[in-house]
C-alpha cells in the first residue's frame, strides 16, 4: 500500500459528500435566489455541512496515519483538528485552512451574488476541493510524524518516488536523513515524497 492510499480512498468518499453538497445549492437555483439574505444562508449552510464533513474526515485520516507509523496512546479528536486547521500556516500554500475556507465561501457568494450564473458554484467547488486535497495530505503527513514520535523514532528519511516527474528540489532531499522535529516543508503542493522511520 502506498503511504497515502488511505487519504485517497477517504479524499474520494469526501469528494463524492463536497459535490453532493455542492449540487445543493446549485440546485437550489442560483438564478432563483430572490434576495441576497436567502443566497447568503445557502452558501453559508453549503460551507458550513462541508466543513463539518471535511473535519470528520480529517479526524478518520490523522487517526489511521498516527496509528500506522506506531502512535498508540493519544486519542485523537475533532477539537485537535480545528485547532491544526485553525492555527497551523501552511509552508506551500501560505495560507491557514479555516481563514482560506472563509474566504473561499465569501468570494463564493459575491461570485454567485454578482453574476447569477450556476457556474460559479462549480467553480467555488473546484477551488475549495483543491483545498481539501492539500491539506488532507498535510493532516497525513503530520499525524505519521506524531505516530513516529509517539513511538519514540527521532530520525525520518525522505523518499521521493524516484521517477521522472520528481522535482528538483524533493530529488536533491531524496534519502537525506532529519530529525524529526526539524523535517523541512513540502516544496510544492500535491507533493507525495514519503518520510520514513531510521
Known amino acids: 500500500m502506498n503511504m497515502y492510499e488511505q487519504t485517497d480512498r477517504e479524499m474520494k468518499r469526501l469528494t463524492t459528500l463536497l459535490v453532493r453538497e455542492f449540487g445543493k445549492l446549485k440546485k437550489k437555483s442560483v438564478l432563483a435566489f ?4 436567502s443566497l447568503k444562508r ?43 486547521l485553525s492555527k497551523e500556516l501552511d509552508p506551500v500554500t501560505k495560507y491557514i485552512f479555516k481563514a482560506e ?3 473561499k465561501r465569501a468570494r463564493a457568494f459575491e ?9 460559479e458554484v ?20 503530520e499525524f505519521t510524524l506524531r505516530g ?17 516527474r520528481v522535482c ?12 524529526i522535529r526539524n523535517v523541512p516543508p513540502k516544496p510544492h503542493i500535491n507533493c507525495r515524497c514519503i518520510l520514513l522511520p531510521t
Open 148 to 164: 513516529y514520535e509517539d513511538k519514540g523514532i527521532r530520525k525520518v528519511r525522505w523518499k521521493t518516488e524516484e521517477d521522472a
Open 122 to 141: 462549480d467553480k467555488a467547488l473546484k477551488l475549495y476541493h483543491a483545498q481539501v486535497k492539500q491539506w488532507a495530505d498535510e493532516i497525513t503527513d
Open 42 to 84: 445557502a452558501v453559508d449552510e453549503c460551507y458550513k455541512d462541508c466543513y463539518r464533513a471535511i473535519v470528520n474526515s480529517f479526524v478518520s485520516i490523522a487517526r489511521f496515519y498516527f496509528k500506522a507509523g506506531g502512535g498508540e496512546d493519544t486519542v485523537i479528536t475533532a477539537l485537535m483538528i480545528e485547532q491544526f
Open 111 to 119: 461570485a454567485i451574488a454578482v453574476s447569477r450564473d450556476a457556474k
Open 101 to 103: 475556507s472563509d474566504r
Open 34 to 37: 430572490d434576495d441576497m439574505n
Open 168 to 179: 528538483h528540489e524533493c530529488a536533491e532531499r531524496n534519502n537525506k536523513v532529519y530529525s
